[in-house]
Nanobody, 124 residues
Framework: QAPLVESGGGSVEAGGSLRLSCVGS????????MGWFRQAPGKGREFVAV????????YYADSIKGRFVISRDNAKNTVYLQMNDLKPGDTAVYFC?????????????????WGQGTQVTVSS
């Protein structure tokens, strides 16, 4: 089983909202930065957002800034991605990832643990 399990994906119309969740299994990720990435068909994996271990800092890709919000609940070993005003260009498989430490990173190779992904489809 993957160490991280995503849920909450689905199909919505443009302008709609979805909330993705990612639960850590087999251990806690309290002192890990948690990130979201996405991969559209035929494209590479793209950084979306990352949050510090204590929820005191976050960083977003320009393409989703102002529309998506990342947060985490360490008591539940869960990180969330609230996605609002979705656009067809947001269609992708969304992956949760974790990396140890206290520095926010936006490069996928910096992350040690990954989930299997959840599909988000936005229609126009």
């Amino acid at each position: 089983q993957a160490p991280l399990v995503e849920s909450g994906g689905g199909s919505v119309e443009a302008g709609g909202s979805l909330r993705l969740s990612c639960v850590g299994s087999g251990g806690t990720f309290d002192h890990y930065a948690m990130g979201w990435f996405r991969q559209a068909p035929g494209k590479g994996r793209e950084f979306v957002a990352v949050v510090m271990w204590n929820n005191m800092g976050s960083y977003y890709a320009d393409s989703i800034k102002g529309r998506f919000v990342i947060s985490r609940d360490n008591a539940k070993n869960t990180v969330y991605l609230q996605m609002n005003d979705l656009k067809p260009g947001d269609t992708a498989v969304y992956f949760c990832a974790a990396r140890p430490g206290y520095i926010l990173k936006y490069v996928s190779s910096e992350y040690n643990y990954w989930g299997q992904g959840t599909q988000v489809t936005v229609s126009s």
